[in-house]
Structure formats: structure tokens, C-alpha cells
């Protein structure tokens, strides 16, 4: 039975191929994310055709950063299309902008608090305070919910300790970088299983290459959905 628990994010090169992919993966998985790489290649069609045609639900990690009144623009277009979840930088200027432009909808703001691939030396590169970047993340992720919202992106390290923030009852914690025991870990350092996310807090997980790549990824994504608390 399919779980909206699980996202699959659909990082493959064009729409053409993501469409495919989930053809292919059927009612075995029932959330999907688009990236911003797939943007330009028919991202937004598929994301139209995974939702009215085949009733899927849609997360577009786009990542917003700009002024408000751009941001709250951009925001109010793409609430048009009937997305779940939509990525802004948590910045609260960007998410109060962000939700002013899905009011109306029941499009989902969501957070990103600090890139993960970022480390000390690069926040310093880019100017930011001074500090421990964990507290720096979970800091910024009580900010983003103060400011409205929906809920953070996080990784599996931090989602435990964003989920036992006052700022953070009732909200949402989406977390990438899960690795089911066993698989290869690609680039992402980092990793929890798809059990110990759901049990720290996360309230969904996105996965791609154990999915994607899988000689079978309906049984993959099974298997990930079989193995939750
Ligand atoms: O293939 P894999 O399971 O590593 O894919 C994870 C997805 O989550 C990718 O789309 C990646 O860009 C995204 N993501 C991530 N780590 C973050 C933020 C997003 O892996 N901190």
C-alpha cells in the first residue's frame, strides 16, 4: 500500500524521463518531487500531468530567494498550479512574502534553513555569523516557522532537535539524505535510514537514487514504505 510519508524525488533529465519513472513506479509511490534542474526541461507540465491526470502529489523544491513582492509574484503564479509543497530560503522576509503569495491555496511553504552541502569555511565565505552551523540551522528553522512557515526542510541529523521546538508543534519537517541499511550513499555524507527519520520527527522523507536507480523501483519504494515505524 502506497505512503505519502515517502517522497520520491524525480532527478532524472527531463520530464519525459520523470514521467516514465513514475509510470513505471504506478500506485507504489504517491508523492513526488520536482527539482529545480528539471524547470527547464518541462518540470512544470509534469508536475500538472503527475497531478490532475494521475492524482499525485507534488513537491516543487524551488528554493525561492529574492524580495519580497518578487518572491510573493512568483509564489502566487505557481499556486496556480495546484502544488503540495513548495521550497523558499527561510529567511522570514522570503516566507512571510512566500505565504502571502499561496494564500488561498493549499500549497505547503517549507523552509530551507542552511544548504547541507555548505560548511563553516563556506558560511564564512558568504558572510554569515559566527557559530556551530547545527545551532545556526535549527535557529533558522525556528525563525522560518515564526515567520509562518509551513514547516523546514531538514537533515536527518538536525530533525530531532528542530521537532523539540515549541516553534515547531504542528509543523512540517521534510527530510532528504535517508538511505534505506545498505544502500550506496552517493554524495550525501550524512544519512539516516528512512525508520530513524520518521522516528526523530520527520514527518516525510524524500529519497531518489535507491528509488530511481533500483533494478525495481516499485519494489524499492516498497520496501522503503515497509520498513517505517
Ligand atoms: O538521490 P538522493 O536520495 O540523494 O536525493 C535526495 C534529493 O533531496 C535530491 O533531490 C537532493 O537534491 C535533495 N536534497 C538533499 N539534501 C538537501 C536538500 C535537498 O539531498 N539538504
Not at 524551488?62 to 509574484?73: R, Y
Not at 556551530?132 to 538536525?158: C, F, H, N, W
Not at 532528504?176 to 544502500?183: D, I, K, L, N, T
Request: glycine share 10%.
Amino acid at each position: 500500500m502506497t505512503d505519502d510519508r515517502l517522497i520520491v524525488a524525480l532527478d532524472v533529465p527531463n520530464a519525459h524521463a520523470g514521467l516514465e519513472l513514475a509510470t513505471r513506479l504506478g500506485d507504489a509511490v504517491n508523492f513526488y518531487k520536482i527539482g529545480l534542474g528539471m524547470l527547464t526541461t518541462g518540470g512544470l507540465a509534469l508536475a500538472n500531468e503527475l497531478k490532475q491526470e494521475q492524482g499525485k502529489r507534488i513537491f516543487l523544491d524551488m528554493k525561492l530567494f529574492d524580495i519580497s513582492a518578487t518572491v510573493e509574484k512568483a509564489v502566487r503564479g505557481l499556486a496556480q498550479f495546484d502544488l503540495d509543497f513548495l521550497t523558499v530560503h527561510g529567511d522570514p522576509h522570503v516566507v512571510k512574502a512566500a505565504k502571502e503569495g499561496a494564500a488561498g491555496s493549499n500549497m505547503k511553504i517549507l523552509g530551507v534553513t542552511i544548504l547541507t552541502s555548505l560548511d563553516r569555511a563556506d558560511l564564512d565565505a558568504c558572510l554569515i555569523q559566527q557559530g556551530d552551523v547545527q545551532e545556526l540551522v535549527v535557529t533558522r528553522a525556528a525563525r522560518a516557522m515564526e515567520a509562518g512557515a509551513d514547516g523546514v526542510i531538514a537533515s536527518p541529523q538536525e530533525a530531532a532537535l528542530i521537532r523539540a521546538l515549541p516553534e515547531a508543534k504542528g509543523k512540517l519537517i521534510v527530510t532528504p539524505g535517508v538511505r534505506p541499511a545498505g544502500a550506496a550513499l552517493g554524495d550525501q555524507k550524512r544519512v539516516a535510514t528512512p525508520h530513524s527519520a520518521i522516528k526523530d520527527g520527520a514527518n516525510h522523507i524524500v529519497v531518489g537514487r535507491p528509488v530511481w536507480q533500483a533494478d525495481s523501483p516499485g519494489q524499492a519504494a516498497r520496501d522503503i514504505i515497509a520498513s517505517l515505524p
